[in-house]
């Protein structure tokens, strides 16, 4: 899939902003853009015409940016379609609901083209790979374990899982939940969230290296902390890969090909 190729929707109250955005979508060669000020026509379309990408902007005049994925998410016609937030907000309590409901990226008001070009690859290769029929042969009989305290971010990241070729994909809704299903079967890799209820994602991966039957498996850690002094105890507590959210796709298959191939050796 190519740039010219992508349909994308821009919903941004602003007309200003509306025809920035588009502006910089044109430059790099995407034509086919619809544009809308608020959530509700926007919706409206979506059940027509699926878009490729949707680039909304948090605050619209009908509902936020994160009551929007969030729906999109939750309809099974909706739920494929990639989401990106432009957006002035910095707040966490803003930001975290969308990483969670699965934005591909967040892109700051103002943004860079490099920065825009990045998070269109990355759609590209993601809605690429989704569409094609064959899976990727590295990935073949792979089984992979997700934890996630949040039914909506494990429903994205397994779309993600699934579209790098990955198809066994076995569901935890927390620490405790993932440690029973490692006393049960083996797992190549476990993709596990940073903050959870019960066991979180720290004490599920000092159990799994001290305490399993499964001490060496990867473990991918997804987070979207900031504190450094918590990301250095994740990491020293033996994770393999850590991945910030939003999640980029290119980067998370990269990390898992690359935990794959490390265990291989």
Not at 63 to 89: C, H, K, N, W, Y
Not at 132 to 149: I, K, P
Not at 159 to 169: C, F
Request: aromatic share 4%; with cysteine; proline share 5%.
């Amino acid at each position: 899939m190519n740039l010219d190729e992508l349909l994308v929707q821009v919903i941004e109250p602003s007309r200003v902003q509306r025809h920035i955005i588009i502006d910089a979508l044109r430059q790099l060669g995407i034509e086919d853009v619809e544009a809308f000020d608020s959530a509700a026509p926007a919706l409206a379309r979506m059940e027509r015409v699926k878009p490729d990408i949707v680039m909304s902007s948090m605050h619209l005049p009908d509902m936020t940016g994160t009551e929007l994925v969030t729906q999109m998410r939750q309809r099974p016609d909706l739920a494929e379609i990639t989401f990106l937030l432009v957006s002035t907000e910095t707040h966490y309590r803003y930001l975290e609901p969308v990483r969670q409901a699965g934005a591909i990226a967040i892109l700051p008001k103002p943004f860079s083209s490099n920065d825009l070009m990045r998070a269109l690859q990355g759609t590209m290769h993601y809605i690429s790979d989704r569409q094609q029929e064959d899976a990727d042969t590295l990935f073949e009989g792979m089984q992979v374990l997700l934890v996630d305290d949040s039914g909506l971010s494990r429903k994205f990241v397994r779309q993600i899982l699934t579209s790098a070729g990955i198809e066994t994909v076995v569901e935890a809704k927390d620490g405790a939940e993932a440690l029973k299903y490692l006393d049960e079967q083996l797992f190549d890799l476990v993709v596990s969230d940073y903050n959870m209820p019960n066991i979180d994602g720290l004490e599920m991966v000092d159990h799994i290296r001290n305490h399993s039957s499964q001490p060496t498996v990867p473990v991918m850690m997804i987070t979207s902390e900031q504190n450094q002094s918590r990301l250095a105890a994740i990491q020293s507590a033996g994770v393999s890969a850590l991945c910030s959210k939003p999640l980029s796709y290119d980067v998370m298959k990269q990390l898992i090909q690359q935990l794959v191939a490390d265990r291989d050796l």
